[in-house]
């Protein structure tokens, strides 16, 4: 079983490696970052982050790509998203990500890559299985 998330992040905002890694120093979440992806307007990236907690990799499978370029999650998400009053959906111009974790380990991981991006890309997140989403305040 596999518990999915979704973040997306203004496109001109989203972050490389690096800045992800500066951001998570500076909140003093215990991850670090050895991979992530880079987003490519012209496709749906595949590679997921990789990130290190408690020692152990972690990594976080997941799709990167406008978020156009993903019309069905994004319709599918955003229909959840109204039902539930939020006052935030995602735009057709945001870089979106949604990560697929399996394991408790991978689950932190995920948790604090996410709130990186919520609390210092100006991101916007969902977690489908509870309807719960939100910005700083849900990181």
Request: with cysteine; charged share 20%; proline share 6%.
């Amino acid at each position: 079983m596999s518990v999915d998330f979704y973040v997306a992040v203004p496109a001109a905002n989203w972050p490389t490696a690096a800045s992800v890694e500066r951001c998570m120093v500076a909140q003093s979440y215990p991850v670090r970052i050895k991979r992530f992806p880079s987003l490519d307007r012209g496709r749906i990236v595949t590679d997921g982050a990789l990130a290190v907690i408690d020692g152990k990799d972690a990594y976080l499978e997941g799709e990167l790509s406008i978020a156009s370029a993903a019309r069905h999650d994004v319709e599918m998400v955003n229909a959840r998203l109204r039902a539930a009053a939020s006052p935030d959906t995602i735009r057709p111009d945001d870089a979106l990500l949604a990560i697929h974790v399996r394991s408790p380990a991978e689950m932190r991981a995920a948790s604090y890559v996410l709130s990186a991006l919520i609390v210092c890309f100006d991101g916007f997140g969902f977690e489908p299985q509870g309807d719960t989403s939100g910005r700083a305040a849900f990181a």
